[in-house]
């Protein structure tokens, strides 16, 4: 037991390790998500895409989203908390993801597969990919907050013992 708890510890400690791993699992939604809005899509509006299509969107998808994740920096930070600046910095990664991706479906849409499609539906296809995305990061970091303090309480063995005497504006409180 002591020896998973050492590794553990060194998990937690190492910032290193998770913020690579918050830039791959980042990425790998982002491109899911984008992938799924391109299905969707794809069913519900006249644009039929090829299989082999997918393979080449979402690989211009994950160079793209790594790209910006790196230059954002919206891997960093992520295990002490999540404020509304760290939001902020996420949609206008994934704004620029998204724009990146408009203007590469417009000029070389009819190169990987995807036909001469109406800039206004390539428009809708982003703005949708932009609000699930950042929907799905957000909840991504919400989740990762709630483990990540789960697991820090299971393997630190401090209780803290608070004392607080009195109930009035004079009570004296310890911690």
Known sequence: MEGIKSIARKIAESSYLSR?????IDSVLSVFSSMMVYLLLSYFVTISI?????VNLAV???????SIFLLCGTY???M???TMHEILRLFVALSIKDIIMFIVLLSLGKYIGIGETSPIKLFMIQLLD????LFALVVLRVVLIYVYTLFMAAISNVSKRVLIYGNDERALSLA
Not at 20 to 24: C, I, S
């Open 60 to 66: 211009i998808s994950l160079v793209v989203s790594v």
């Open 130 to 133: 932009l609000v699930i995305s």
């Open 50 to 54: 090829a299989p082999l299509v997918y």
């Open 76 to 78: 960093r930070g992520i």
């Open 80 to 82: 002490r908390h999540t």
């Open 20 to 24: 690579w791993v918050v830039l791959g």
